[in-house]
T-cell receptor, first 110, second 116 residues
Framework: RKEVEQDPGPFNVPEGATVAFNCTYS??????FFWYRQDCRKEPKLLMS???SGNEDGRFTAQLNRASQYISLLIRDSKLSDSATYLC???????????FGAGTRLFVKA | NAGVTQTPKFQVLKTGQSMTLQCAQD?????MSWYRQDPGMGLRLIHY???????DQGEVPNGYNVSRSTTEDFPLRLLSAAPSQTSVYFC???????????????FGPGTRLTVL
């Protein structure tokens, strides 16, 4: 079993749709959680940090459930520009072990 | 600030050749790391450094060496290139690893390496 698992997709949605991604992690000794966005052949860029209390940034909402060891990302009112790969990232406590999920590909179509 | 820079952007090597991928950051970040990204596998950590003079192995260190003589620079050396090292290499930096706020990583634009 992979340490961080994501549904690879692809997710094909129309503009204006709401789409949700989930990510599960296997090691409970983790301290930090993030969603990154990666455009084709480009470097990953931070989309959001993820907190247990949940956090929202415009159309994006991220949630962490430590008890169930999963992280979610909700995108509302999808735009064409949201088309990208979304990477779930977990950093483990006490070191610098960073684990990336393989990514979920999103296509938003007009 | 330039952020994280990497050179070269593209490189083609023959099996057995050696080379160094350069990475530099101007944000005074303590932590720097190297990843490789292969199709369908996400990013995998090769080596990382928690400060000048300190390096450690990540998930896939074999075939690669690193050193960190300054805070700014973190070069990755391929000792004897193999076709299995064909990949996209990303360098990243962060302020530290003491919690959510410091763990955010900033990536360079990547080096696309092909080994024939």
């Amino acid at each position: 079993r992979k340490e961080v698992e994501q549904d690879p997709g692809p997710f094909n949605v129309p503009e204006g749709a709401t789409v949700a991604f989930n990510c599960t992690y296997s090691n409970s000794a983790s301290q930090s959680f993030f969603w990154y966005r990666q455009d084709c052949r480009k470097e990953p860029k931070l989309l959001m940090s993820v907190y247990s209390s949940g956090n929202e940034d415009g159309r994006f909402t991220a949630q962490l459930n430590r008890a169930s060891q999963y992280i979610s990302l909700l995108i509302r009112d999808s735009k064409l520009s949201d088309s990208a790969t979304y990477l779930c990232v977990v950093i483990y406590t006490g070191g610098f072990k960073t684990i990336f999920g393989a990514g979920t590909r999103l296509f938003v179509k007009a | 600030n330039a952020g994280v820079t990497q050179t070269p952007k593209f490189q083609v090597l023959k099996t057995g050749q050696s080379m160094t991928l350069q990475c530099a950051q101007d944000m005074n970040h303590e932590y720097m790391s190297w990843y490789r990204q292969d199709p369908g596998m996400g990013l995998r950590l090769i080596h990382y450094s928690v400060g000048a003079g300190i390096t450690d192995q990540g998930e896939v260190p074999n075939g690669y060496n690193v050193s960190r003589s300054t805070t700014e620079d973190f070069p990755l050396r391929l000792l004897s290139a193999a076709p299995s090292q064909t990949s996209v290499y990303f360098c990243a930096s962060s302020r530290g690893s003491r919690g959510q706020d410091t763990d955010t990583q900033y990536f360079g634009p990547g080096t696309r390496l092909t080994v024939l």
